[in-house]
């Protein structure tokens, strides 16, 4: 039989695993950094298993250390809640939720606003790219995610939210203004600003303007639609955005038929119990964008 470890060692592995830095995790916990070695070396001996691994100069989780990761976290969460519980007899549920700055500004205010004033519980934000959405999900450092999903990996289930087109934002004054949609081929010569060439976004435009001989320039590189339309704004160039944005006053937006909708994802665990205040949110969230 497996001894079980202490919670205790639990709640550092949980830090360490966040931190993978030995001397950060320590810090945080306010232990020493050999104290802390010694725990996360107990925690492998006593599973027979390694938890993590050095790729070059840095550390990174195993199977069995994300697993236990995921495992810690869900249970000093549930422990902490039910001492707190057991003392002050007030239930305390908090429901953390992943998604990026956009979908928190532009699909997802709403919907939460109404979600605070139907349940006591406590909410928290994480705001981070898709892929550390999914991160936080399959980690266990948030029990429900919202971020646009091209396929669906596994382990995870998912249900559609909403479907966003694709439009170009510029001036009103502009010369495309006039026109009701915008061909890739409109944007021969225009300056655009774009997120980082490592983003998914500007991956794909970059990708189709090319397959549409399209001859264009970076204007400026910004990551998030609230920075982009600000550049936009102030006549730095033109932007590709999704539709669900806030169009800024003296900008007008037209749709591009040509680029693919974009599709955001409500997803959490599969075989996980969604139940009490994560629950309500989940169905909540599905059902103002049912209507």
Not at 138 to 166: N, R
Not at 207 to 225: C, M, P, S, T
Not at 236 to 258: Q, W
Request: glycine share 6%.
């Amino acid at each position: 039989m497996v001894a079980l470890p202490s919670l205790d060692a639990m709640k550092a592995f949980v830090v360490f695993s966040e931190k993978l830095n030995f001397t950060h995790a320590a810090e945080e916990l306010h232990i020493s950094q050999p104290a802390l070695f010694a725990k996360v070396q107990e925690l492998s001996r006593l599973l027979n298993l390694p938890l993590y691994r050095k790729v070059g100069r840095q550390l990174e989780l195993t199977q069995a250390g994300k697993l236990l990761a995921r495992f810690s976290r869900e249970e000093t969460q549930r422990a902490e809640a039910f001492f707190e519980e057991l003392c002050s007899g007030k239930k305390r549920e908090t429901v953390v939720l992943a998604s990026g700055e956009g979908a928190f500004l532009y699909l997802l205010a709403e919907p939460l606003r109404l979600f605070t004033i139907s349940s006591t519980a406590s909410l928290s934000l994480l705001t981070m790219n898709r892929e550390g959405v999914l991160d936080a999900i399959q980690s266990g450092k948030a029990q429900i995610g919202v971020a646009s999903l091209e396929t669906i990996p596994a382990g995870i289930k998912s249900h559609l939210l909403y479907k966003a087109d694709q439009v170009l934002v510029m001036p009103r004054k502009h010369e495309l203004a006039a026109r009701r949609k915008i061909q890739l081929t409109d944007l021969h010569g225009q300056g655009l600003i774009v997120p980082s060439a490592d983003r998914p976004h500007r991956q794909v435009l970059s990708l189709l303007l090319q397959n549409a001989g399209v001859d264009w320039r970076v204007a400026i590189e910004a990551n998030g639609w609230e920075l982009m339309l600000k550049f936009v704004q102030l006549g730095f160039g033109l932007a590709v955005v999704n539709s669900s944005c806030s169009i800024p006053d003296g900008l007008v937006s037209r749709k591009m038929s040509e680029l693919p909708q974009i599709h955001y994802h409500l997803f959490h665990l599969k075989g996980q119990t969604t139940s009490g205040a994560s629950k309500l949110l989940k169905d909540q969230l599905i059902g103002y964008f049912s209507k």
